[in-house]
C-alpha cells in the first residue's frame, strides 16, 4: 500500500499553488498491485466512505521521464516534485505531465499560445491549457496539495494492528468470493452440460403430450358416439308409437 499522491512527493512552498492548481490528482490513492486497488475499493464499499479515484502503479506504461528543452527555459512542474521513492515518479507524471510554470500570466500567454502550445500555470495559480482556455487567479487560490517536507512516518503500534486485522479480513473475504465464484462457474458449467439432455426431455414431453391429447380427443369421440347409440333404441319406439 502506498497513499495519497499529494503526501508521496514535496515541491518548495513557492510552488505550491502552482502544483495544488494544476494537479486534480493529488487526492488520488496510489496502489503498487490491482490486487490492493481492489482491497481499497472493497473497505471503501464496506465503510460506505465514499468513492475514491486510484492509480496503480504496475499499470501505468514506461516513460522516459528525462528533463525536456522548454520555452525561455521555464521549469516543467514535474521536475520541480521531489517523490518520497523513485517509483512514484511515474503517478505524478501522469498527473501534471509536462505542464510547465510560468512566472505570470503574461509569460504564460506567450509561453502557452507559442509555436507549440503548451499547458502552462503560472505561480498565482492561473492556468492556460493548450485547448485554449484559461481558468483560475482571483481572490481565492487553491494552496496546500503539497508540502516542502515529508510527513513523519512514525506509525502508532494500535494503528499497525488495525489495519494488520482489517487488511487480513480484507483478505479473507476476498479469498471467500473468490471461492464462491469458482463454485457459481463450476455450477453454471454443470448446467449448461444438461442442456441437450434437458432439451430431449422437453420434446419428448411435447410428443407426449401431443399424443395425450390425441387420446383425449378420440375418447371424447368415443364417449359420444356410445351415448347416442345407449339413446337410440328410445327414440325408435317413440316413432313406432
Known sequence: MSGRLGDL???????????????GALNNLVVDTVE?????????????VGRASIMVLEKLPPRDLGRIE????????????????AKFAPAFYKAVMNTLVAQDLEQAQRIGFGKKRWRVVTLAGQLIDPSGTMSGGGARVQRGGMSSKFASEKVEPEVISR??????????????????????????AMLR???????MSIAKLQMELSTGDKRIADAEKRVAELKYVKSAPTHSCLQEL
Open 163 to 188: 489495519f494488520e486485522k482489517e487488511t487480513a479480513q480484507a483478505e479473507q473475504e476476498l479469498a471467500s468470493f473468490q471461492g464462491d465464484r469458482k463454485a457459481m462457474e463450476a455450477e453454471i
Open 70 to 85: 522548454t520555452p525561455e527555459n521555464v521549469p516543467r512542474l514535474f521536475d520541480l516534485i521531489k517523490p518520497k521513492e
Open 9 to 23: 512527493g514535496v515541491i518548495d512552498d513557492k510552488y505550491d499553488v502552482a502544483v495544488t492548481t494544476a494537479c
Open 36 to 48: 490492493q486497488g481492489q482491497a481499497c475499493i472493497e473497505h471503501l464499499r464496506r465503510g460506505n
Open 193 to 199: 452440460q444438461k442442456i441437450p439432455e434437458i432439451e
